[in-house]
C-alpha cells in the first residue's frame, strides 16, 4: 500500500511540472500587440530608425511605436521599468542600470567608432590647425566632449599615449548643440566631435580634423553604444519574438550596408541633420547580430569599469541572449 502512495504522490509531482512547463512554454509563445522603441535623435539610431520605416518590424508581425527621450539614461530607466521594449542606449547607461536594477538588458548589435575610411564617425576637431597641428599640441588648451565620463576617459587615455598628463589641459563637457558655437567663439580651441555634428563643423568651416577615429587609437571598434532588448520583454516573449527583433535590425544593417545614401535620408527626419550636410555624414560600421564580437564588449566594459564610469565590472555574457 505505501508503494501504491509513493507511485501516485510522484504521478501527481510529475503532472504538476508538466503543467508548470507548458505554462510556461505558453508565456514564451506570446506575442506583443505592440513594441515600443526607445530612441533619442542621433545618427547611431539608424538601424532602428531604417527598421521601422522600412516595414521590416511589421514583416515580422510586430505593430511599433516610437518614443523619443532626451538622454540615454531615460532610455535605460524606460527599459528596467517596462516602458520600452527596444533600444539604443550607451553601454555605460544601460551597464549600469543593470547592476542597480538586477535587470541584464540583451545586447543585439552594437553601434562601433572605428578609424576604418568611410566609416569614420568621431574626430578631433581643431579651430586653428596652424596653431594645432597634432594632438600634443594640445598642452594648455580647452577641449570639448561630449557630456558623461566615457568620452573624458577616452580622451585622457589616448592623451596619455601622447605624452600629455591630464593638467595639462582641459576637458569641457559640452552638449552638442553647443559644439559649433563654442569652437567658432573660441571657448574650446579643439572638439571630440561625433557624427552627424562633425560633418556639420567641417562643412560649415568651424573646425577642422586632425584626428579621424579618435577613440579607435585606445581600441578598434569601440562600443560606445547599442541597440538592446529589454529583460521584461525577452522574459514575457522568449527567445522565438527576440529573434523576429533581431531579424528586422539584421535587415537594416543589411540595408545601410547596400544602400548607405538612402540610408542617410532617415537622418534627416529623425535625428535633425540638414539636407546639405547629410550626404558628408560618414555611418558606423554596424554588422549584423551573429557577427556581434563579444570579447571587444568586454574590453570596452572593463576599461570603463578601472577607470569608474560604470560600478560594476559586468560580464558581457549576461546580456546575450541565450
Not at 564580437?293 to 555574457?317: M, W
Amino acid at each position: 500500500m505505501r508503494v501504491i502512495k509513493i507511485s501516485i504522490l510522484l504521478t501527481l509531482i510529475a503532472f504538476g511540472f508538466s503543467i508548470l512547463s507548458g505554462c510556461n512554454s505558453c508565456n514564451n509563445t506570446r506575442k506583443p500587440d505592440k513594441i515600443k522603441i526607445g530612441y533619442v535623435p542621433i545618427a547611431v539610431g539608424l538601424p532602428l530608425f531604417i527598421a521601422n520605416d522600412e516595414g521590416y518590424f511589421n514583416e515580422q508581425g510586430f505593430t511599433t511605436e516610437m518614443i523619443k527621450f532626451a538622454s540615454s539614461n531615460e532610455i535605460a530607466n524606460a527599459a528596467t521599468s517596462g516602458q520600452v521594449d527596444v533600444s539604443v542606449v550607451a553601454t555605460n547607461a544601460m551597464l549600469d542600470a543593470g547592476f542597480v536594477s538586477k535587470k541584464r538588458h540583451t545586447l543585439i548589435i552594437t553601434n562601433p567608432y572605428t578609424n576604418q575610411a568611410g566609416n569614420i564617425a568621431d574626430y578631433l576637431l581643431v579651430k586653428d590647425t596652424n596653431a594645432i597641428k597634432k594632438i600634443e599640441d594640445l598642452k594648455g588648451k580647452k577641449i570639448g566632449v561630449f557630456p558623461g565620463s566615457v568620452i573624458k576617459i577616452f580622451c585622457t587615455l589616448i592623451f596619455e599615449k601622447h605624452g600629455l598628463k591630464k593638467g595639462d589641459y582641459t576637458l569641457l563637457e559640452l552638449s552638442p548643440k553647443d559644439w559649433a558655437a563654442a569652437l567658432q567663439s573660441g571657448q574650446i580651441d579643439a572638439l571630440s566631435a561625433l557624427e552627424p555634428q562633425a560633418a556639420q563643423i567641417i562643412l560649415d568651416k568651424i573646425g577642422y580634423p586632425i584626428v579621424s577615429g579618435l577613440y579607435a587609437q585606445l581600441m578598434p571598434n569601440v562600443p560606445l553604444s547599442g541597440h538592446w532588448i529589454s529583460e521584461d520583454f525577452v522574459k514575457k516573449y522568449g527567445k522565438e519574438q527576440c529573434d523576429k527583433i533581431i531579424k528586422a535590425i539584421d535587415k537594416a544593417v543589411d540595408f545601410i550596408n547596400n544602400n548607405p545614401a538612402k540610408a542617410k535620408e532617415y537622418l534627416v527626419k529623425y535625428a535633425n541633420v540638414r539636407e546639405d550636410v547629410v550626404g558628408m555624414v560618414q555611418l558606423n560600421p554596424w554588422k549584423k547580430h551573429s557577427e556581434l564580437n563579444a570579447s571587444e564588449v568586454q574590453a570596452f566594459i572593463d576599461v570603463l569599469f578601472q577607470n569608474g564610469a560604470i560600478q560594476s565590472k559586468e560580464n558581457i555574457n549576461d546580456y546575450l541572449l541565450k
